[in-house]
């Protein structure tokens, strides 16, 4: 393997997590030494963390002394960067930052999130004066209409930033998927599909989705889904 380019991905549940904290902070700093000991050059700190274990911060610093690491990305909610200590932490680091915005429309952010859009306007402002910053956005989500779609595409024109546009897919294991049933409130059901024909990192166009919506029609959404993917990712 060493020599290769490779990428190596790790789903925590929150057992998982809690397994994790107990781990000796030695422990972890071998483990990323030895990624680096076979060409690894990118790391991704992922959201949930710095919520609930604050040694993720002792991590991030294990990271940012490496001189091994070409860059290192963080991705957070804005739910986790409001009223943290984050924000003074990262100014100055050697990163690279995408916020989990979810959605440029107010309403399904008070349907589906903790933050609104003041919120979530307040941390970009924040994080994208410091460091190198893109968006994330899930669009389909329970209650999308075109309106809503519309919505987002022009609150992501109004911020001008790089936004990864994915498609809302409830996979096995996770809470949407063992609450799909709360989505028939908003005319939502889910069709038969398997899971791994939908990459929720794939940024092609698509030709299909894992749903039905009473308040959009398929074909609306994945032209309007195609086309923000053709205007917003970029890399």
């Not at 929150?14 to 904290?21: M, T």
């Not at 994915?166 to 989505?183: L, M, N, W």
């Not at 024909?197 to 030709?207: A, G, H, L």
């Amino acid at each position: 393997m060493e020599g290769m380019w490779y990428k190596v991905s790790r789903w925590l549940t929150y057992n998982d997590l809690r397994n994790v904290r107990r781990k000796p902070m030695r422990a972890i700093r071998d483990e990323i030494e030895e990624l680096c000991s076979y060409g690894v050059s990118e790391v991704v700190v992922v959201d949930d963390p710095f919520g609930v274990n604050k040694r993720a911060f002792a991590v991030w610093s294990i990271v940012d002394e490496l001189d091994s690491f070409s860059k290192w990305f963080c991705r957070l909610r804005p739910d986790v960067v409001l009223g943290n200590e984050l924000v003074a932490y990262l100014e100055g680091r050697h990163c690279v930052c995408e916020i989990d915005v979810l959605t440029g429309s107010e309403r399904l952010l008070e349907e589906h999130a903790s933050w609104d859009m003041e919120e979530a306007d307040e941390v970009i402002y924040q994080l994208r004066r410091i460091l190198p910053t893109t968006l994330h956005v899930t669009i389909g989500l329970p209650g999308e209409t075109v309106g809503s779609l519309r919505e987002t595409r022009a609150w992501l024109r109004m911020i001008g930033l790089p936004a990864k546009i994915t498609t809302f897919v409830p996979y096995p294991g996770t809470t949407e998927y063992e609450e799909i049933d709360k989505y028939a409130m908003f005319g939502f059901e889910i069709t038969g599909y398997n899971c791994l024909d939908f990459s929720m990192n794939d940024r092609s166009p698509i030709d299909r989705i894992p749903w039905q919506s009473s308040v959009i029609e398929t074909e609306d959404f994945i032209t309007l889904r195609n086309e923000m993917v053709e205007e917003f990712n970029k890399e």
